[in-house]
């Protein structure tokens, strides 16, 4: 690669990002009043291609005039809002800072489009699927949701010669076998057909991902990946590979970054480097080999906290496990999602129990008319009760938000798909809780 493009891309990877998008969530309000500056803007046309299910307007985005047509949409599932910030952040850095022009008269060359949040409904609700309860991306040949529908509408009357469909991944994929780093990008160009044919569309989406991979890598040293997906007739990607080259970006987690920037920053890189790729044609320099040489995205590399060597004794025998356990930004309560030997998956805690023995189930008994306070709560863990076996109904509440359980009779030692109350003592003290997503 030319050291000027490295130079370029290094300076682009520290583009500043619009304010106002560095959250957790994002729904139709957060991006509005950008989308209206960006509308204003006299390089970029805003275009109401519909609404979603629950009347939510739906917009997609303009720049360039020339023939070459890329288009790109983010968010058909509500809850992964990165590649919403993302591509605010590129359209802007491509009409107000000319110093990252991808190429000499680039608006005659090319046009991007892109729709902006194609599931403001699911935004809104913070969930995956829209307003009918449909995850669109399972609605591409019944086409039941307005969104759905309106996806393909544009996709029929643009005709594009490359697509982008923009999501976020679960924070638990590795960008390779054992060791690797979370996967904070990870890309497919997937199939049209059950056999997986590459003509030349399929070939060409290959070749862009090998491009942004090979850019991103000089830039980066985050977990980049290459998810690995049999044909899917149901999925959006899948259905509009038969018309264009399609790509798949799955924005991820990286260490420290809840509301996943580093992905956000990288997805603008990457698109500008498929951008730059096109508009010089030299996407012949990538061979599908260079595709099949990323690492792959692989499930349940990491989860949220894993305990090393816990001491267990059930039924008066001794032996030893790992313990993975995960939780969600909405649950209370934190999840086992494995005991054994969990060698392969990493932790993002990862906490050594070299001499810590789990201590079975034991329930406090609470008097009327106690008041619950976090100190009291450290105090009952500390005494090794894991969880409060009775107490008034109006305690529950209070307790659930501490993320101490109320069960009348639990079990005594835990299994998958349990929610996680360990206390793990050492010579009979209690040492270590793991309390609803708390240590
Ligand atoms: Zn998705």
Not at 2 to 24: E, M, T, V
Request: aromatic content about 6%; hydrophobic content about 40%; some cysteine.
């Amino acid at each position: 690669m030319h050291h000027s493009l490295i130079a370029h891309l290094a300076q682009l990877a520290q583009h500043q990002c619009l304010p106002g998008l560095n959250k957790p969530h994002l729904c139709f309000d957060d991006i509005a009043p950008i989308m209206h500056q960006l509308a204003h803007h006299p390089e970029v046309s805003s275009q109401l291609v519909g609404h979603s299910f629950n009347g939510t307007p739906i917009y997609r985005l303009s720049v360039g005039h020339g023939p070459l047509v890329v288009l790109g949409w983010t968010q058909m599932h509500g809850d992964e809002p990165t590649a919403t910030a993302a591509v605010l952040d590129w359209l802007s850095l491509l009409v107000d800072q000319p110093e990252f022009s991808p190429a000499e008269a680039w608006q005659h060359q090319c046009t991007i489009h892109i729709i902006v949040m194609l599931n403001p409904d699911g935004a809104r609700l913070q969930r995956r699927e829209n307003a009918q309860g449909i995850d669109i991306n399972r609605d591409a040949s019944v086409l039941q949701s307005p969104e759905g529908a309106l996806l393909m509408r544009q996709v029929e009357q643009l005709k594009p010669l490359v697509a982008f469909n923009l999501h976020d991944q679960n924070p638990y994929y590795a960008a390779g076998p054992a060791g690797a780093k979370p996967s904070t990008l990870a890309f497919l160009a997937p199939p049209f057909d059950a056999p997986e044919t590459i003509d030349t569309r399929r070939k060409r989406a290959m070749q862009l991902i090998a491009a942004m991979y090979q850019g991103l890598r000089a830039v980066s040293e985050v977990g980049l990946a290459r998810y690995i997906e049999g044909y899917s007739p149901r999925c959006f990607g899948d259905n509009i590979a038969a018309h264009c080259s399609t790509i798949l970006i799955e924005s991820g987690a990286c260490l420290n970054d809840p509301n996943r920037q580093q992905a956000r920053s990288l997805n603008v890189v990457a698109l500008q480097l498929a951008l730059t790729h096109l508009l010089h044609n030299t996407l012949d320099d990538f061979a599908l080999t260079d595709y099949l040489a990323i690492p792959e995205n692989k499930e349940d590399g990491y989860c949220d906290i894993v305990l090393r060597h816990v001491c267990q004794q059930r039924e008066q025998q001794r032996f030893f496990t790992d313990i993975a356990i995960n939780h969600s930004a909405e649950a209370p309560y934190a999840l086992i999602t494995a005991i054994g030997d969990l060698q392969p998956q990493q932790g993002f805690i990862e906490i050594d129990c070299d001499g810590l023995t789990l201590l079975p189930a034991k329930g406090v008994r609470v008097a009327p008319g106690t008041k619950l306070t976090e100190e009291i709560a450290l105090n009952w863990l500390k005494a090794g009760y894991n969880h409060i076996s009775q107490c008034e109904d109006s305690l529950t509440q209070e307790a659930r938000k501490i993320g101490l359980k109320v069960q009348n009779s639990p079990q005594l030692y835990p299994f998958k798909g349990d929610t996680a109350a360990l206390i793990l003592a050492r010579n009979g003290k209690p040492e270590i809780a793991i309390i609803g997503a708390r240590v």
